[in-house]
């Protein structure tokens, strides 16, 4: 398997006025292609700091962070930009979807900062409406969308880039356990077709549904384990 | 190929924004909307006053240099009383030093006015009498419209003959063609040969209302018949004036020869008269003032307008900054799905600067349309040239582009982490 992240004791501090906090403490993992990995932790154990630097909008206070081989640490906000448009793929608790635009507008954004032409970006778009089973509604605005809805148009906008990496920020936290494993179905799906997701999630059924859970207690890793889950065993 | 999709692309997103804010984009576009138009309609106004004012001195002949007879202001004038006339102006020994020591005069010619009643039958009419050369006609700008004007036999055989202003013509013979008719002055008949336009401007100290009522004679017989003094009636008393010449009119060879012609004249005359009662007048040299005072107003008036358009800056820049108050969480998404700081700065000057040309374009069909009313209505000439609308509307959209910089900026420089997590 191809290492496709790799931390190499990365530390994060952030100042707080006069203290300063001590948010991730030497933390070290390879993440290989393809893999599904859920990060857990208690809030204050440093897990939405990780997912920030996992996901190049901030850069780690000490170490090294590589992404396809590319070291990224110590890249400018501009070249982080590039490095977020073109490898990683964001999915939010909260949806994010820009009200005013329409669902295919949406899904479209990553590649309209990639500077795609408009013709490519919608025929695209259009694709990968019809994957997560919304090619009719593409028209809608996400506020005439049900939350399931609103999540898996921002699933097929994380898809839009074609990224290495698709980051996922407690992705069920806002919806029902029906559309919860809907939603988780889909993770499955995009799993089997190749991606490499990581998952920040507080809830053990979303992290069971990966195959290795990392648990991070005050910024260290506290247990990296495999939970028998294979890509294989999907189907 | 990238940058050009991306330019068309975030126009269509700025668009899009403005359509979403439709009344209070268009409340921001008024306001640079009332910038353009007035600016656009005060230099239109300006340009077109201007112009009226520099074509009636360019009637009078820019290669000309005029001179005339001013009646000096009471008190000097009791001095200078000859024979119980009141005598004053300039003199034939004038203009002949005038002639000899201007270099570059090619020719010159001279007016001697005096006031009389013109008759016809029953009808009189009081008019100035003009003795002049043939060359008059020329040299200030006379428009011939029937017959003929003064000949140099005319003068020669100080033949009884004359050429009227054509609004006198038609009160004199009512229905009658006057040309060939005769009419009377100071008892002595006048055969009218030939009828002239009404001058656009007074000479030769001829009233206003005076100007319409012209009569022009061959100098000679002028002087046979007339004299050299002209008889004024103001109410019941009547006085006597002796001028020698009323105007005279120098053509030079040059325009450089015009503005030299000019100092020398007036240093002449200071010397040869002990009062101010003449006048020099220099046509090229009042349109140059014109242009220059065309300049100034320019200025003023651009001035005066663009503060309106400021005005509208600053209402698009309030409106920017609501604006990027109220999309931070868009801005934080667009972060993070690889919108880099340029790109989002991009953003809302488009928009900006969309605002401002969508204003500006309004401003220019308004400001375009105001000059041509007030033609219509004010009857003020009006000229709408290329700058006075380009100007307006560059400024307009460099406005845009002043007042989106602010606002732009924050939004670029928000933490995208923060942004995502704003509420």
Redesign the interface.
Same mark, same amino acid.
């Given at each position: 398997m191809n290492e496709l992240v790799r931390l190499d004791r990365v530390h994060k501090y952030y100042r707080m006025g006069h203290s300063s906090v001590h948010a991730l403490d030497g933390v070290s993992f390879t993440i290989g292609e393809g893999e599904y990995v859920a990060i857990m932790g208690a809030s204050g154990s440093g897990k939405s700091t990780l997912l920030n630097l996992l996901g190049c909008l901030d850069r780690p206070s000490e170490g090294a962070y590589l992404i396809g081989g590319q070291d990224v640490s110590g890249l400018n906000d501009s070249q982080l930009s590039d490095i977020r448009g073109r490898h990683i793929g964001f999915v939010f608790q909260s949806f994010n979807l820009i009200g005013q635009l329409t669902v295919l507008a949406n899904i479209e954004i990553p590649l309209f900062y990639q500077g795609v032409p408009r013709s490519q970006r919608h025929a695209h778009s259009q694709e990968l409406a019809e994957l997560v089973g919304l090619g009719d509604r593409v028209t809608h605005r996400p506020t005439e969308l049900s939350g399931g809805q609103q999540q898996r148009v921002a699933l097929a906008r994380a898809m839009a880039n074609d990224p290495l990496l698709i980051l996922a920020d407690e992705p069920t936290g806002n919806l029902d356990s029906h559309t919860t494993g809907e939603i988780l179905a889909l993770f499955d799906t995009l799993w089997a077709r190749g991606r490499t997701i990581i998952t920040v999630t507080h809830e053990d059924h979303v992290a069971e549904r990966t195959e290795r859970i990392i648990h991070l207690v005050d910024g260290q890793i506290d247990s990296d384990v495999r939970t028998g889950r294979t890509v294989e065993s999907l189907t | 190929?990238?940058?050009i999709?991306?330019v068309t692309?975030t126009l269509l997103l700025g668009l899009?924004?403005i359509s979403?804010h439709k009344f209070r984009s268009f409340l921001t576009a008024l306001g640079i909307l009332f910038g353009v138009w007035s600016v656009i309609a005060m230099l239109a106004i300006n340009e077109g006053a201007s112009y009226e004012s520099q074509q009636a001195l360019r009637e009078m002949g820019t290669d000309n240099l005029i001179a005339e007879s001013i009646k000096p202001p009471p008190e000097e004038s009791s001095a200078a009383r000859e024979r119980g006339a009141m005598s004053y102006g300039l003199t034939h020994d004038d203009v002949r030093s005038l002639a000899d020591n201007i270099p570059g005069v090619l020719r010159y010619v001279t007016v001697h006015r005096t006031e009389k009643s013109a008759q016809r039958g029953r009808r009189s009419i009081h008019v100035q009498v003009l003795g002049t050369s043939p060359t008059y006609l020329e040299m200030a700008r006379l428009r011939l419209t029937a017959g003929r004007f003064l000949s140099p036999a005319d003068g020669i055989r100080a033949r009884n003959c004359c050429v009227i202003t054509q609004s006198l013509g038609r009160r004199l013979f009512t229905y009658e063609d006057p040309i060939g008719q005769t009419l009377r002055l100071d008892g002595d008949s006048f055969v009218v040969i030939g009828l002239v336009a009404e001058p656009s401007r007074s000479f030769a100290g001829i009233t206003a209302e005076m100007i319409n009522n012209l009569v022009f004679v061959p100098r000679e017989t002028d002087v046979e018949r007339f004299g050299r003094y002209t008889i004024l009636r103001t109410g019941s008393s009547s006085m006597m004036e002796l001028v020698q010449v009323s105007q005279v009119i120098l053509q030079m060879a040059s325009e450089e020869a015009v503005i030299e012609g000019a100092k020398i004249a007036r240093s002449l005359l200071v010397r040869r008269h002990d009062k101010t009662d003449y006048e020099v007048t220099v046509p090229l040299e009042l349109i140059e003032q014109r242009r220059k005072q065309r300049r100034l107003w320019n200025i003023v008036f651009f001035f005066i307008a663009s503060v309106s358009l400021v005005v509208g800056g600053i209402g698009i820049m309030n409106v920017m900054l609501a604006s990027v108050n109220e999309r931070i969480?868009?801005i934080?998404? $667009? /972060?993070?799905?690889?919108?880099? $700081? /340029?790109?989002i700065v991009v953003q809302f000057l488009v928009e900006a600067v969309t605002l401002t040309t969508v204003g500006g374009l309004m401003g220019i069909a308004v400001g375009m349309l105001v000059p041509v009313i007030v033609e219509k209505v004010l009857k003020l000439k009006t000229i709408i040239s290329a700058p006075t609308v380009v100007l307006p509307f560059i400024m307009a959209v460099v406005v845009g582009l002043v007042s989106g910089l602010y606002p732009a900026k924050r939004a670029a420089d928000l933490d995208?982490?923060r942004a995502?997590r704003h509420e």
């Open positions: - | 190929m990238k940058a999709y991306k692309d899009h924004s979403v969480r868009e934080g998404i $667009r /972060r993070a799905l690889g919108a880099k $700081r /340029r790109d995208p982490i995502l």
